[in-house]
């Protein structure tokens, strides 16, 4: 076994097992097969063997029959030889149809129906002997030879010891009338065919498990085709995060552009920032338009600060928002009257700065309630990291 394959431990994927059923690749039990056409034509014969044994007696007195005008004329004889043998496969024709038609039934039966040509396209790689040679000397192949050799010595044998105890039965037979003999005949020749359709049947018992065993095994895979297929399906890591990280960025790009038209950033000291906005004609409630912890909670400090925006620190009010809305959507109930405290501070200043005058309010400390807050030990809801004392 080489190095490669002594890595692939792991069992095949559904999308391994799914593209080797694509190219061909099903578990198929060829003993199965066997069994089942033999048996279905045991089984024929066994319910039509009055029928045929007729048939067989009406067929050989023909064919034995002589007269003066079939001597003379030798074509005569070619035509009731092809009579004969048009009638002979009359009745094996039907039997042959069963066969096929069973033994195509526990193939589907075994590995379902699955159409693909592409087992019967070239592939020039196995062409190389080498390759070859591997193939040949392979554990599934010498199997898959011990196997059918050991099928092959059981029938042979189990079909001679069946001949040699019957042995006396087929030279009685000889002494026999024509009936009684075809009807003799066909009792050892059905109970010859029973005993090896019950062989055939205890080695398709043992292959098809068998041939799904070794596919599974065929199809096993190492860490690196796993990784690989991993990737093939869900896309690179690193392709992925950096795509990640670029549609956060342009989430906070847009997001930043919207915090020069706010009414108010509330923020912490140092990790969180919100800013909010409202419009009594076009908002039932305040709705934040921006929010960002540590350095982008930083970034919209200073946009505010730049654009005149007020900022307000209030550590509570500003975890509580965090921690319970998302950009664009409007404030919870809850807060409506600790936002409502800020929003008037803020209408105050631009009062005042309207009129040119100091407006000579101090800001307002807002109650939150406290299981909004999620350093607070009331809080039920703690889905953000804490944060630090200072």
Known sequence: MSDSDQDRQLPATERKLKKAREDGQVARSRDLDH?????????????????????????????????APSVQNPQLM?????????????????????MVVVALASGLLAGGWNFTMKALEPKF????????????FSIDQMTQT?????LALLLGVLGALYLWQQWASHVAMLAMPLPTALGSAGTLLRNGLLLLVGLMAAFALVDVPLQRFMLGRRLRMSVQ????????????????????????????RRMLA???????????????????KYDENAMGAPRVVAK??????????????????PVLQAPPLARALYAHTEVDQEIPARLFSAVAQVLAWVYQLREAAAQGRYAG?????????????????AAKLKKYPQEPEL
Do not use: S
């Not at 009731?80 to 069963?98: C, H, S």
């Not at 790689?125 to 040949?136: F, H």
């Not at 011990?146 to 050991?150: D, N, Q």
């Open 361 to 377: 309010a101090e800001a307002p400390v807002p109650e939150v309630p406290p299981d909004l807050d999620p350093l607070n030990p």
């Open 35 to 67: 069994f089942a056409a033999l048996g279905a034509a045991v089984a024929v014969l066994a319910a039509a063997a009055p029928l045929l044994t007729g048939w067989m007696g009406e067929l050989m007195a023909q064919g034995l029959r002589f007269d």
């Open 78 to 98: 070619l035509e009731r030889l092809g009579d004969q043998t048009l009638r002979l496969l009359a009745v094996l024709g039907p039997l042959f149809g069963v």
């Open 258 to 276: 919207a915090v020069p038209q706010a009414d108010l950033v509330v923020m912490n000291p140092t990790h969180f920032a919100v800013a909010l």
């Open 125 to 136: 790689e196995k062409i190389n002997p080498l390759a070859g040679l591997q193939r040949l």
């Open 146 to 150: 011990l196997k059918a050799c050991l």
């Open 225 to 252: 085709e796993l990784k690989q297929e991993h990737k093939e399906t869900e896309g690179n890591a690193e392709t992925k995060g950096r795509m990640r990280a670029k549609m956060r960025e342009l989430a906070n």
């Open 292 to 309: 960002g912890a540590d350095l982008l909670a930083f970034k919209i400090r200073d946009l505010a600060k730049e654009h005149q925006v």
